[in-house]
């Protein structure tokens, strides 16, 4: 079945009802250059130790320097890092080498069919990618939270292409999961937006995404 990961969330209570709904990870947004969902490291750190072993806790960062990723991961305790802007090679050596039990998301922002051939290129270093609709060359950074799809033609392409797993995230919603995931074919998706009231997660939409997916 395809895994779901619920990103954005803002607190333990957040993060039960996405467990009581059957997520396979959620997603702690650290410090960002713009989007949703932003929370404190010692939020992230307190419901990182909170989490059941069976959940993945998956912390986002947009820090490119290796040794200040070394610190935020070693402070902040998830499951996985999700690195949102792209990494030198170097970078992925250290958090293996230092991390050696972390799991490492990279996020390819798919634009055009150069995504494609990044995606094959950094699969080499991480456990999962992330398929998003941001735009690292802007003057502000978009790295996420969008609320928009992207070409899912590209993402397709890339999911064939890749031998890790691979996530599907960018617009997605009760209305169109169904169809990304039937497009796509990928181990999961990956939501935050989309599913929110007031800024709150609401559980209505929550529920009827889960029931739309399977």
């Known amino acids: 079945m395809t895994k779901v990961k619920i990103c954005c969330i803002q607190s333990i209570e957040e993060a039960q009802m996405a467990i009581d709904n059957g997520v396979y990870a959620i997603g702690l947004v650290s410090q960002m250059p713009s989007g949703p969902g932003i929370i404190s490291e010692e939020k992230i750190r307190k419901i990182t130790k909170w989490a059941p072993d069976d959940i993945k806790t998956v912390m986002l960062t947009s820090l490119q320097n290796a040794n200040d990723l070394v610190t935020q991961i070693d402070y902040c305790k998830p499951d996985i890092v999700q690195l949102v802007d792209s990494q030198n090679a170097e970078t992925y050596e ?16 798919v634009v055009d069919k ?101």
């Open 94 to 109: 250290t958090l293996h080498m230092i991390l050696s039990d972390l799991e490492i998301i990279q996020v390819i922002h």
């Open 114 to 214: 150069n995504s494609i051939f990044e995606a094959i290129d950094v699969a080499q270093f991480v456990d999962f990618i992330l398929l998003d609709s941001g735009n690292p060359n802007l003057q502000i950074k978009v790295l996420g939270g969008t609320g928009k799809t992207h070409n899912w033609e590209y993402s397709k392409k890339i999911n064939k292409n890749v031998d890790i797993p691979g996530f599907l995230a960018g617009g997605l919603k009760p209305e169109n999961v169904a169809e990304a995931v039937k497009t796509v074919k990928p181990f999961g998706v990956d939501v935050c937006s989309r599913l929110r009231n007031g800024g709150n997660l609401d559980e209505s939409k929550l529920k009827m995404f889960m029931e739309n997916m399977r």
